[in-house]
């Protein structure tokens, strides 16, 4: 399991709150439309998100992905109208964020940087048990649903459909090596060390590697980063004119202060790179 473990919306309203901009909450239905959204959940008084320039983010349900600017607020209707048309009215399955100082886009680019900067130095522990062993057969497909970029360890289970891969059936990392066969990455065995006779039929390979983050390109992609200091890592790739203009400097500075100690989790010794 990992140890982190997080969303990209998550991420962003940690982000959000992290700088004094969080506004987040469920739609409803009452008197929404395609440019009005029942926001049940905000208080401040009428014209209030719409005079403070505030955009509204839909992050999950109908609409998901769309963003807008408030055009006007009544607090007496709970009602949000919008600059432009919706493709659908959003209703309870809806979820929006609001923001007067960073926009999404800010948000989504600052913890893309922080990714990008973690890319080479902490890496994901990835396992997968897919790889089924066949007769005299030594190239097998790496599988793509699980991706790898370094393999440090390939156990051959101890009976065929059992689950069990006992460390006696490790496998010798000489015996094998990734070769890529057109576009597609393969492990491949050598004939010669590693015999695979008819006794090791359907018996599956459990690969044990490592990985990097994922870009945070949707709502639903996942990130593994450590949670606090990517945060404040984040806070550091906001626009600077922003933090600025609205007075966040101290904030800048303990991020900046914070996040002097990088998490580092490398490639495992005796790692094998996967050719990608």
């Given amino acids: 399991m990992a140890l982190f473990s997080n969303t990209l919306p998550v991420l962003r309203r940690a982000l959000a709150s992290a700088v004094g901009d969080l506004n987040y909450g469920q739609c409803g ?9 029942y926001a049940p959940f905000l208080w401040k008084a009428d014209d209030y998100y719409n005079d403070h320039n505030y955009e509204v983010y839909v992050y999950a349900g109908t609409n998901i992905g769309e963003t807008k600017r408030v055009t006007d607020w009544d607090l007496g209707t709970f009602l949000l109208t919008v600059h432009s048309v919706y493709g659908n009215a959003c209703d309870a399955t809806s979820y929006i964020e609001l923001s007067r100082i960073f926009t999404e886009d800010d948000k989504r680019k600052a913890l893309n ?6 890319a080479d130095k902490y890496m994901l522990d990835v396992v997968n048990v897919a790889t089924t062993l066949s007769t005299d057969t030594y190239e097998y497909a790496m599988p793509t649903s699980i991706p790898m970029e370094y393999v440090h360890r390939i156990t051959r289970e101890t009976t065929a459909a059992g689950g069990v ?21 393969y492990v491949k065995f050598d004939e010669v060390k ?6 090791h ?14 870009t945070l390109s949707s709502d ?22 922003k933090i600025e203009s ?27 790179k996967v050719d990608l």
Avoid at 113 to 118: A, L, P, Q, T
Avoid at 169 to 180: E, G, H, L, M
Avoid at 194 to 199: D, E, F, M, Q, T
Wanted: some cysteine; overall charge positive.
């Fill in 220 to 241: 639903t992609v996942t990130c593994y980063l450590p949670f606090d200091w990517m945060i404040q890592k984040a806070i550091t790739y906001l626009p600077l004119d």
């Fill in 194 to 199: 590693y015999k695979l006779p008819s006794a």
């Fill in 165 to 185: 891969f006992a460390d006696v059936n490790i496998v010798n990392p000489d015996w094998y090596k990734f070769i890529v066969v057109g576009t597609a990455s």
């Fill in 113 to 118: 940087r922080v990714v990008e900067f973690m």
């Fill in 246 to 272: 609205n007075k966040l400097d101290k904030t800048l500075a303990s991020a900046l202060a914070f996040v002097e100690n990088v998490p580092l989790r490398g490639v495992y010794p005796n790692s094998k």
């Fill in 29 to 37: 239905v009452t008197g929404a439309t395609t440019t009005k959204i």
């Fill in 201 to 214: 039929n359907s018996k599956d390979l459990r690969l044990e590697g490592q990985k990097r983050q994922l």
